[in-house]
Antibody, heavy 120, light 106 residues
Framework: QVRLQESGPGLVQPSDTLSLTCSVS??????????WGWLRQPPGQRLEYIGS???????YYNPSLKSRVTISVDPSTFRYSLHLSAVTAADTAVYYC????????????WGPGALVTVSS | DIQLTQSPSFLSASVGDRITITCRAS??????LGWYQQKPGKAPKILIY???TLYSGVPSRFSGSGFGTEFTLTISSLQPEDFASYYC????????FGGGTKVEIK
């Protein structure tokens, strides 16, 4: 059974970089059928796509966040990471990692989510 | 950018009711539309992809239809576990989501 789990600091200072890691169990990241993605959901708001990465390192980023986002992958450790720079209070959200189908682009397996608060 | 607009934002219904949620795209997206269910404090779950294909394990009371700019999610007979929020997603490399529909018990 494939499982994803987010980990990282729950509190980040304004202007700092938010860093989260997604640990994948039950599957290799080197699967041609999947991308590995990050999404977020501010309190009471809609889901927002952040970006996705293929095991080869190919990435797709949300254009509105692209200048501040880096997603990296290390298949050997079954992990991939999110770095979001220059954060503000508007980046406070529950952050999810999720597996994305390469065929129809849907997210079929999600981590439980990690609340990250941006505050001094 | 393609925008997705869901309606209604809130829906009150009773167990056994048939309900329909609409998602409208600002431009044609073919069949590249998915639907998710989300319960409070939980991650979303995929229900439907390709506008009308039921994801494995999802009950058959859920169905989707549509093409181009207008799509619908229908629950044929609402069950207690179906009271949740529902989101549509444009299925592409730069996924956008609709604003959500919260289904509440009447």
């Amino acid at each position: 059974q494939v499982r994803l789990q987010e980990s990282g600091p729950g509190l980040v200072q304004p202007s700092d970089t938010l860093s989260l890691t997604c640990s994948v169990s039950g599957s290799s990241i080197n699967k041609v059928e999947y991308y590995w993605g990050w999404l977020r959901q501010p309190p009471g708001q809609r889901l927002e796509y952040i970006g996705s990465i293929y095991y080869t390192g190919t990435t797709y980023y949300n254009p509105s966040l692209k200048s501040r986002v880096t997603i990296s992958v290390d298949p050997s450790t079954f992990r991939y990471s999110l770095h979001l720079s220059a954060v503000t209070a508007a980046d406070t959200a529950v952050y999810y990692c999720a597996r994305r189908s390469t065929g129809w682009f849907y997210f079929d397996i999600w981590g439980p989510g990690a609340l990250v608060t941006v505050s001094s | 950018d393609i925008q997705l607009t869901q309606s209604p934002s809130f829906l009150s219904a009773s167990v056994g009711d048939r309900i329909t949620i609409t998602c409208r795209a600002s431009q044609g997206i073919g069949s590249y539309l998915g639907w998710y269910q989300q319960k409070p404090g939980k991650a979303p779950k995929i229900l439907i992809y390709a506008a009308s294909t039921l994801y494995s394990g999802v009950p058959s009371r859920f169905s989707g239809s549509g093409f181009g700019t207008e799509f619908t999610l229908t629950i044929s007979s609402l069950q207690p576990e179906d009271f949740a929020s529902y989101y549509c997603q444009h299925l592409n490399n730069y996924s956008t989501f609709g604003g959500g529909t919260k289904v509440e018990i009447k």
